[in-house]
């Protein structure tokens, strides 16, 4: 946040006077908060039994809550001390809402002036194509967060405050509130919220935190200032796919697991639908579940792959493709079928680097799913779908497991943790922060060709 950045011609800028590109600064500050965190895990009053976390553990665990992921290698509610689950907290929450984020709020507080540098790490963060309003946005993400979360404990805390004690039912509020706000999956029930599967007021809530943290933090912002009049197509499309996936997720899970004695089948009709729409929301990169994962049919367990895959919506709080890649895509394939020059969408015409980048964004993360699965069906005894299933939970960031994640090897634990990582930063961020980010209009232009494809 000290760095001082100074506007140059860029084009005989040097990389050493200009420092630190924003990618390489975000990617070091993740991997920053996530060392620290793993130092504190790692101390004797992190866990109960005043031994701390082995250095693995501790490096796997900080990784999935700066990455809001929400898998463990220890069961959260048992080895944890207090102290070591408020660790937790603070990396959930500087994870979902960016480091930045935060710095710039407290920075605004102190009367500090955010230099452009900082801005451009924040546009970085955010994934906005613009400087303008980046500053302001920074600061109503911190302040929505803040609100919304506090609302979020309070609904909590007079529900819990039935099942257990007053101090036990308010700190579990608040742990639960910033887990599924930043779509970590985290919690302090040992069985996720299971035992409250029946409860439509917790489970609204945490349904509620994680659709609004997922949406992304521009479209949040937008919505408000806009009463949803006029939003931008961006907008749109991150409402109507959000909605539609969760429709039809609950649809396609309500009927494939009707007769699973193991999950639905021995609920009432109202506990079904209620758990089938939790079960399409949670997927899409938050890690609560109000079932037994482990114990569903196999379709469904693709289905939850699929969704987990999509993921949330860029600039939010959570993982995957993101929506509109995926929107992106498909509209991109059917124009193609339809033999259109142009890829549209409600009379607009989709930018070539749009479709492109969405198409490349999407292959990476199918070559790496697959990279990291076959690896893991090496060192992993477990068989394939399980091992699959964990890969696109670590990548899309979402934390749901089918019950492997403790027994994973050590080359296994690190397999997810560069997973996770790469899921949270992004595979474009952490190249440009590898290498060197060209301009579009210095490149030289070559005659094209045609192969045969298809």
């Not at 945490?206 to 609004?212: A, E, G, K, R, Y």
């Not at 469904?300 to 600039?315: H, Q, R």
């Amino acid at each position: 946040m000290s760095e001082i950045f100074k506007i140059t011609d860029r084009s005989a800028a040097t990389p050493k006077k200009q420092g630190r590109s924003p990618a390489q600064i975000l990617a070091l500050g993740f991997l920053s908060v996530i060392l620290i965190g793993t130092f504190l895990l790692t101390l004797p009053v992190s866990t109960a039994d005043h031994l701390g976390l082995t250095f693995l553990d501790a490096l796997f665990t900080s990784t999935s809550a700066v990455c809001v992921t929400g898998l463990a290698v220890v069961d959260t509610s048992a080895v944890f001390s207090v102290f070591g689950q408020i660790v937790l907290m603070v990396l959930m929450q500087i994870g979902g809402l960016g480091f930045m984020t935060i710095a710039s709020f407290f920075a605004i507080l102190l009367g500090r002036k955010i230099n452009l540098k900082e801005r451009m790490i924040l546009q970085e963060a955010y994934n906005q194509s613009s400087l303008e309003g980046i500053v302001k946005l920074a600061k109503y993400v911190f302040l929505f967060a803040f609100i919304l979360e506090g609302i979020a404990v309070i609904i909590l805390f007079l529900r819990w405050s039935s099942y257990m004690s007053f101090g036990k039912a308010l700190y579990f509020s608040l742990f639960h509130a910033i887990s599924a706000f930043n779509n970590a999956g985290f919690d302090l029930l040992g069985n996720s919220l299971m035992d409250f599967h029946h409860d439509i007021v917790i489970n609204l809530t945490i349904m509620t935190l994680i659709i609004i943290g997922g949406l992304g933090f521009a479209v949040i912002s937008e919505i408000y200032s806009k009463r949803f009049r006029k939003i931008s197509l961006h907008s749109w499309l991150v409402l109507r796919t959000t909605g539609i996936l969760i429709l039809a997720g609950a649809i396609i899970f309500f009927l494939l697991e009707f007769n699973n004695t193991n999950t639905l089948g021995n609920l009432s009709i109202q506990d079904k639908l209620l758990s089938s729409l939790f079960q399409s929301v949670t997927p899409r990169s938050a890690g609560f579940s109000t079932v037994d994962i482990s114990s569903l049919g196999d379709t469904a367990k693709l289905l939850l792959i699929v969704l987990m895959f999509i993921g949330t919506s860029p600039g939010s709080t959570g993982g995957g493709i993101k929506t509109t890649t995926f929107v992106a895509i498909l509209i991109s394939i059917f124009c193609t079928l339809k033999n259109k020059r142009q890829i549209t969408i409600r009379g607009r015409a989709l930018a070539k680097e749009t479709t492109e980048k969405a198409v490349a964004l999407a292959a990476l993360a199918i070559m790496w799913i697959i990279l990291v699965t076959g690896l893991l069906t090496l060192t992993e005894r477990s068989d394939f779908l399980p091992l699959l299933f964990e890969t696109v939970s670590a990548f899309s960031t979402v934390g749901l497991s089918l019950g492997i994640t403790a027994n994973l090897s050590d080359i296994g634990k690190l397999l997810l943790i560069l997973t996770m990582f790469i899921g949270r930063v992004g595979f474009l961020t952490l190249a440009f922060a590898i290498g060197k980010r060209r301009v579009a209009g210095n490149q030289a232009k070559y005659p094209e060709t045609k192969i045969m494809v298809g």
